[in-house]
């Protein structure tokens, strides 16, 4: 597997210089709220401050369910997400803890993942029961100051357990839930975990969901049942015409490389649907009622 030098986040910052070198605008803090329909088409979309932008082709990278639901809120459900509504249902958020350490906490040799689960398997799956970390600077120390390390924690959680909380009793849960699983790691992994901390902030679903636009702060889509491969998840077009979708609620599904992946397919797709690209329309037809087939065996 390979890193990008300066962390995760130079992936975005390269893709954004790439689409503002071929003339594109990013705008920021824009929070779309609308998806602007006309005759059944997509043509544009509507921010929470009022202004309207409108195009030949939409793109949502929101889930499939805050695309349908939130996004094009009151319009009749396409029969597509119907059927992925059926098959798919949202994972569980996360808790995740960032932390500053001193460096000298972690033995020499210590690897960059980390996987805690105690002596109940039965824990696997609930909430707080496992545990995921990370240490990029494991592998890239440019990312924190010298002399110390990055550690990413984060355990599986659901939205449910805090919602309405008064703002200090949520505060008070997100320390005291924090506290238990740094306990964790720093009797299972690193002794003096704790008192080497510099540095420590915790989100929880809500943030998930507030930052990240994610209905529930949702991981992605989880399959019902024992899924039969990748064949129920949907591609970028969707039940409306001028609408795409792109991202983990698409074919391939969740993770870095995925995600890119369904982006590819998008640019693609919407370049041949507006003639930037060839195609044949007598295969094209064919090969996405195949695929169309294809789901409905999931």
Known sequence: ??????????????????????GSEILYKANVTN?????????GVRLSDGREFFAQTIISNATRWDTFGKLLKGENLPKEEENFQKIYVKAPSFLSIHMGVKADVLPPDTDCHHFVLED??????????SIFLSIPTVLDSSLAPKGHHILHIFTTSSIED????????????????????????????????KSSIVFKEVGTPKTHRRFLARDIGTYGPM??????????????TTGISGLYCVGDSCFPGQGVIAVAF????????VAADIGLE?????????????????????
């Not at 309405?164 to 002794?191: C, H, M, N, S, T």
């Open 278 to 298: 060839k195609k044949s329309p007598i295969l094209d037809t064919a090969l996405l009622r195949l695929l169309a087939w294809l789901r409905t065996l999931a």
């Open 162 to 193: 805090w919602e309405g909380l008064p703002p200090k009793d949520y505060e008070a849960k997100k320390e005291l839930i924090a506290k238990e699983i740094i306990g964790r790691l720093e009797k299972k992994l690193f002794p003096g975990l």
């Open 262 to 269: 369904s982006g590819v397919m998008c640019a693609h797709r």
């Open 223 to 236: 399959p019902r049942q024992i899924p039969k491969g990748l064949l129920g998840m949907p591609f970028n």
């Open 35 to 43: 998806i602007i329909l006309d005759q059944g088409k997509a043509v």
């Open 120 to 129: 109940d398997w039965t824990r696997l799956e609930e909430s707080y029961g």
């Open 1 to 22: 597997i390979n890193y990008p030098v300066g962390g995760v986040g130079g992936i975005a910052e390269s893709l954004a210089e790439g689409l503002i070198d071929q």
